[in-house]
Nanobody, 123 residues
Framework: QVQLVESGGGLVQAGGSLRLSCAAS????????MGWFRQAPGKERECVAA????????YYADSVKGRFTISRDNSKNTVYLQMNSLKPEDTAVYYC????????????????WGQGTQVTVSS
């Protein structure tokens, strides 16, 4: 079992930055692919970024490329999402997810997810 706890959300003005953190406990963190998802009211959950457990393979949604950076620190069992140049359309609840397979993370069929943290970007 893996427990995931997100933090770092908040209210920021357009153009600002936030860094989200997701702390994992339980099983061997370094063996899990991790992803960040978001869900805005009335919209489907989407994967904005993901990172593999090996070699740091990363994926970004087109809407966040060049603005968001996903990284992981296996010594701290933590995955981060650095969000720069934030836009009002980035407003959503952000969740982290974990699975042994990066493919499962990318397709939304992951095994573990957190409770989410709210990100609100004002115009």
């Amino acid at each position: 079992q893996v427990q995931l706890v997100e933090s770092g959300g908040g209210l920021v003005q357009a153009g600002g930055s936030l860094r989200l953190s997701c702390a994992a406990s339980g099983r061997t963190f370094s063996r899990y692919a991790m992803g960040w998802f978001r869900q805005a009211p009335g919209k489907e959950r989407e994967c904005v970024a993901a990172i593999g457990w090996s070699r740091g393979t990363t994926y970004y949604a087109d809407s966040v490329k060049g603005r968001f950076t996903i990284s992981r620190d296996n010594s701290k069992n933590t995955v981060y999402l650095q969000m720069n140049s934030l836009k009002p359309e980035d407003t959503a609840v952000y969740y982290c997810a974990a699975d042994g397979s990066l493919h499962s993370v990318l397709t939304g069929t992951y095994d573990y997810w957190g409770q989410g943290t709210q990100v609100t970007v004002s115009s």
